[in-house]
């Protein structure tokens, strides 16, 4: 079951909750509150499409998704989304169209390159069986990612996205979902 929403915010309380893509639609695209949307099933829509495009590329460990669309805002923009994929695998991608692919992802580019309401990144899951003793460029690189984007999707801009980022907009205010889609099988 997903954690409901903040009355007094309209936000995900604070935390990561794992959840089902089922779950998000039935709760996000699918419930009545949400019947005067004018874009929330168009934005899944192209949810939906976008993971299913870099799923062709790489199996996805992942995805955590977060924003706006996440709230009681009758009408967001986007979905804001991060997808994992396990290094090793991803090292393996040669075809020139798969990795520009994954850059697309990676850079935040899939909205102006497709028109999908996606605000994507790609990152990738280094598996180190004695984490507190990784050393490697590739571990620091995963931890470094993973405490980055959590850090990120518990804050909440407080004013335009034009206007400069104030002190408050750092506060951790909301959580965030991740939803296992390939698995973390390791390699």
Known sequence: M?????????????????????????????????????????IWQHFESATDGI??????VCVWVGGSFLTD?????????????????????????DRYILQMFGMNQVRPATGLRVDTRYCLWHVFPEADRAHSVEHQSYALNRGYWDDF????????????????????????FEVTLDGFHGV
Do not use: C
Not at 3 to 29: C, M, N, W
Not at 55 to 60: D, K, L, M, Q, T
């Open 55 to 60: 799923r062709s590329v790489v199996p996805v």
């Open 153 to 176: 999707w518990m804050r909440k801009r407080n004013g335009a996205k034009e206007d400069p980022p104030q002190r408050p907009d750092a506060l951790p205010q909301r959580g965030y």
């Open 2 to 42: 997903l954690p409901a929403l903040d009355e007094q915010t309209g936000l995900l309380p604070l935390g990561r909750f794992g959840a089902s893509l089922e779950e998000i639609k039935s709760h996000y695209v699918d419930d009545p509150r949400f019947a005067k949307s004018a874009t929330r099933a168009e």
């Open 73 to 97: 805002k009758i009408d967001p923009d986007d979905i804001d989304l991060v997808y994992w994929g396990e290094d090793v695998l991803v090292d393996q991608v040669t075809d020139p169209k």
